[in-house]
């Protein structure tokens, strides 16, 4: 097994995993750097227009291995009900 850091960096700045996970491969952690992402995409609230970027930046002891990256953006639809919104 190999363990895996999965550090976070979006707009406001970069969380270093200093603990890890372990992981039976690579694909196993491809998933788990995909589920983390999508968590956290899905508590942010985005303005109208603004982009984020979120993305977790994965190594092992002996470098990088990997990021995985998700740009949200949310755009309101043209005569859309302000009281929706």
Request: zero cysteines; a negative charge.
């Given at each position: 097994?190999?363990?895996y850091f999965f550090d976070f960096r979006d707009e406001s700045g970069f969380l270093e995993?200093?603990?890890g996970l372990d992981f039976v491969s690579l694909d196993a952690a491809k998933n788990e750097?995909?589920?983390a992402v999508a968590s956290y995409a899905?508590?942010?609230v985005s303005e109208d227009g603004v982009q984020h970027l979120i993305a977790v930046e994965v190594?092992?002891?002996s470098g990088?291995?990997?990021v995985t990256r998700?740009?949200?953006e949310t755009?309101?639809?043209p005569g859309a009900d302000p009281g929706s919104r």
């Amino acid at each position: 097994m190999t363990r895996y850091f999965f550090d976070f960096r979006d707009e406001s700045g970069f969380l270093e995993d200093n603990e890890g996970l372990d992981f039976v491969s690579l694909d196993a952690a491809k998933n788990e750097a995909a589920q983390a992402v999508a968590s956290y995409a899905r508590d942010m609230v985005s303005e109208d227009g603004v982009q984020h970027l979120i993305a977790v930046e994965v190594r092992t002891a002996s470098g990088p291995s990997f990021v995985t990256r998700l740009q949200l953006e949310t755009i309101t639809a043209p005569g859309a009900d302000p009281g929706s919104r």
